[in-house]
């Protein structure tokens, strides 16, 4: 038998070739799946934000038709002669303008409006990429025909979730419903609504915050300068105090507020 020269070894070790395959063969398979599984949600994830719709300011461009947009006329809620003077350029479908609507404007309206610290006055500002948009605007103007712009206005932002074109693509059967909810004579309103009477007046609405440079919604124009954005009462109040202050306080011609003007 010929001579042994490797060296001697324990009987209790394995060669090292049966180590290696103990060791690849003991490689968890757990962790196999685990590498799957973070694979398949890096995907999905990616997937999602493809398909998910772009958070962005509102490009001048991917706004409704304002060719032969007349006059524009907002809908105004204070006294006319407030000292200070709120604009608001904002899209019903907007989720923005709904949390202004629906959060921060009833402190507005109690707290600075009602005391006839300002007035305010809202100015449609329809954008494309919401389906949606164009429709409630024309219930919100066809409810004006009839005295009722804020409440509708206020029953629109609180339903948005159910009736913008993200939920459904017949949103008129939400608007008709507002339109009972909010007191007014559904029948007259709809022949408006289906007749779209106020689409001139949306447009020239539209074409008038692009003249004034409005480029995302909710866009404020208090005083002079404009605020793009969400604003808290605490904000409104503060810009409000600070225009009040340099302005000189209107001959008082009485106290109630006044209603959204009719068409």
Known sequence: MPPNNEPPRDKNVPPKKIVREVRA????????????????????ALGYLASKPKSRSVDVNDVADTTNAGPAQGYLIGKV??????????????????????????????RIIEPGLANLTYYDFPITQHRNTLPASNAAACADEQGKFWPMHDRIFQGQDEWNGEATDAPKAFLKRYAGEVGLDVAKWETCYDARKYQKRISANLADGLRRGVYSTPTFIIGNKMYPGMRSYDEMKKLVDSIGKTTTPPVTTGGSAVPAPKK
């Open 81 to 110: 002669d407030a000292p200070v003077k709120i604009i608001e350029y904002a899209d019903f479908e907007c989720p923005s303008c709904a949390g202004f609507a629906t959060v921060t404007e009833p402190d507005v309206r109690t």
């Open 25 to 44: 063969s003991s490689r968890p398979k757990a962790f196999l799946w685990v590498l799957g599984l973070i694979a398949l949600v890096a995907v999905a």
